[in-house]
């Protein structure tokens, strides 16, 4: 059997073992990116790309004492059928099994979609969230972050801005309040001139454009092709399995506040 073959045999079963490892499709695992978790594929590429940039910072900041690390702030959504299937979800489990936070420093915001999850484009907002981990609660108030909800995502406005609003203004809250900053502005109309701007591949660098022509060439074998997309799925996770960021091991209380539209 020539080698290649070998290789491509073993990355199928790796493949499959690890689509196999998939968990409870109520509670999904994160996903690669862990900050963004668009299981409802409603988000734009450019506010992932934010939530996940700015959350890659925001763990990475220590208080001047030390004493405060791994703060992270982690998106969801979810599609469901009718907004009765919504009560199925159990926010406080689902950050609990991701582990948002060091030391309970985390927070989660969930969006819920009524429609066919077949359709992105004709699913309608319907229920928002936003829970904290048991040391965050002394930074973020209920009432607190049912304000931010009401003055972004539940407004008018569009709703990829109102969400990367949302995010900039929980960053605010976080290092404010937890790292003591003495300010924490942002720009929404420069974030409007990114969004129109915004270039998809732009966050691939040479390698995967190479790899992307590799399977799209119409000059290489199959089994280039094959092992290439094997182990792209690899990287990117397969159902959650492969991850790279993960939680920080925090656990909430159950402290959150619920919006409906």
Do not use: H
Not at 112 to 138: A, C, H, N, Q
């Amino acid at each position: 059997m020539k080698p290649v073959f070998k290789v491509f045999i073993l990355l199928s079963l790796i493949l499959l073992f690890l689509t196999g490892c998939k968990t409870d499709d109520l509670y999904p695992d994160p996903t690669n990116e862990f900050y963004v978790n668009d299981f409802a594929d409603t988000l734009v590429p450019a506010v992932e790309s934010t939530i996940v940039r700015e959350g890659e910072r925001l763990y990475e900041e220590v208080s001047e004492d030390g004493e405060i690390s791994g703060v992270q702030i982690v998106f969801a959504t979810f599609a469901v059928e009718s907004e009765s299937n919504i009560a199925e979800y159990n926010i406080t489990d689902i950050y609990n099994q991701w582990g948002i936070g060091t030391d309970d420093m985390g927070i989660l915001v969930v969006y819920f979609y009524v429609g066919d999850e077949d359709k992105p484009e004709e699913l309608v907002l319907s229920e928002v969230y936003i829970y904290t981990g048991f040391t965050m609660e002394m930074y973020l108030s209920p009432i607190e972050a049912g304000n931010i909800l009401d003055e972004t995502i539940m407004t008018d406005m569009d709703e990829s801005m109102s969400t990367a609003q949302l995010l900039y203004e929980l960053l605010t809250v976080v290092y404010v309040e937890v790292f003591e900053y003495e300010a924490f502005n942002y720009d929404m109309d420069e974030y409007q001139i990114y969004l129109d701007n915004y270039d998809d591949y732009g966050d691939y660098d040479d390698i995967w454009g190479w790899v992307i022509y590799v399977i799209l060439s119409p000059y290489s074998v199959w089994w280039e092709k094959g092992v290439l997309l094997i182990a792209a799925a690899l990287i990117f996770g397969v159902g959650g399995g492969v991850v790279k960021n993960i939680g920080g091991g925090g656990k909430s209380g159950g402290m959150g506040i619920r919006r409906r539209r």
